[in-house]
């Protein structure tokens, strides 16, 4: 199981998930059609089993054809990694000059990373024009390639504020807001060029006001742009036909030949992680000789990678093939990362299956037992929810605990209802349905057991619930936890 690092790394691989969304968003709201090209570039889920996939960018446009790599900065900057001595690693390796970049600045909230709504975009194109004034940073740890930021030139504003004027040597603005009294300031600007104009106005730390590449991107040029995957599935570029026979499945006009193209793809494509993907798309099409490819890389005795990359296709099929393997793979990967990949497959992340996690919550391999109580999410039915209560009244410590965990992270309404109903009927073991109603979030269970009897038994438990109080969010326990473990 992936998920025993240090919360550094859990917290980057938040913030790009969420960039991923943030830009996703930004760009349908322009008019575009994106896709998750990277899979798992939206997740911050971690797995031991590392997946080595083509170098790919984050977002592909299936009208247009629009690549986009996504940066998140804390501290906004023009910045990319690159180890210049890998070829495979190099800042711009794979892209396209007309593929875009896009910068998005971060900063920390109580409940984690909070995202600027403004997204910067640069084609590389421009950054590669500009390449010979970035400069080269120290090298990060060895756990990361030896990598480097590059840098280019840029301005980032400290205070909002509006643009007074702009010429080829200096750009004028008033610093306003902020609390502080207004001030006019000028950047210099060396050689840089101004992305803004008199009369705009600007944000701190996430409006970036000039830069060394020749202009920010105008992606409304984009837009008349027509994206063919019947022609790129034929490309020499591996990236190419990764991307066209993944687009595929997201183009209704294109259906009629899809199939055809995709089954000569399973025949013919030489990069096997181009077939996996033709494979996930005929598959999502219903076409059997992709469910078998996938099966066949799945139960195959090729890579542990590839077959973990089957997997993760399941859970986006979100089909009866698919919920029937994800069970099968929980059932019969004993030992192994890929079960705990399956389960989490079948609930919240995938096919919410939830039915299919129950008989897992206790399962004897705790990492098993963990992705299945944590896969449960709130729209969890009824049904299920009352097959957890009976794990509660039947009080065998180990399962009832599970039930008692998977509950409260459904956390829904109908979980404190169901919970007040046994309760009230008094049938089983009193102590855990109790238990439960005081883990459950504090205003629901108040409001459901306003006036009752009830509510005065679990009420001193609603006062140490998760979120109830500042010692109870989740980045404090988890600050907590780090620090009591430095006792030595």
Known sequence: MGFKVDTSFLRFLTMGGLGVRRVAADLKERGFAPIELERYCTSNKIWATKVKRLRLPDLLCVRTGLRAEVRVKSDL?????????????????????????????????????????????????????????????????????????????????????????????KLVVMMEGDGTAPRRQTYTLNGKHAYVAPGDRFEARTTILAGAPRSMVDLARYLSNRYDPLEQVRSESPLDRYAAVKALRFRRDLRSQAASILEAALDHEPEGRVALEAAASAAALRLTKGEQRLAAVLWGNGPAELSMEAILILTELKTPFARAELRRVAGEFRGDERRQAGLWGLGKAGLKSYGDLVPFISDEEENVAYHAIAAFGPDTPRPVIEQLVAMLLEGKPRVASAASEALRIIGSTEAVACLVRAANERHGNIDWLLATLGRMPPMTVRERLKGTALLKRVAPMLLVAHGASWLTTENAVTDMAFLMKQNL
Not at 119 to 138: D, N, W
Request: charged share 25%.
């Open 77 to 169: 900057k023009i910045r990319m990694s690159d180890a210049p001595n890998n070829p495979e690693r190099v800042w711009d390796a794979e892209n396209r000059n007309e593929d875009v970049v896009a910068l998005v600045a971060c900063s920390d909230g109580s409940d984690g990373p909070v995202l600027a709504n403004r997204v910067a975009y640069f084609s590389f194109g421009a950054l590669r024009e500009s390449v010979s004034v970035s400069t080269l940073g120290r090298s990060k740890s060895a756990s990361e390639g030896a990598e480097r930021d590059r840098t280019w030139p840029a301005v980032v504003p400290s205070r909002p504020g509006r643009v007074v004027s702009v010429n080829a040597d």
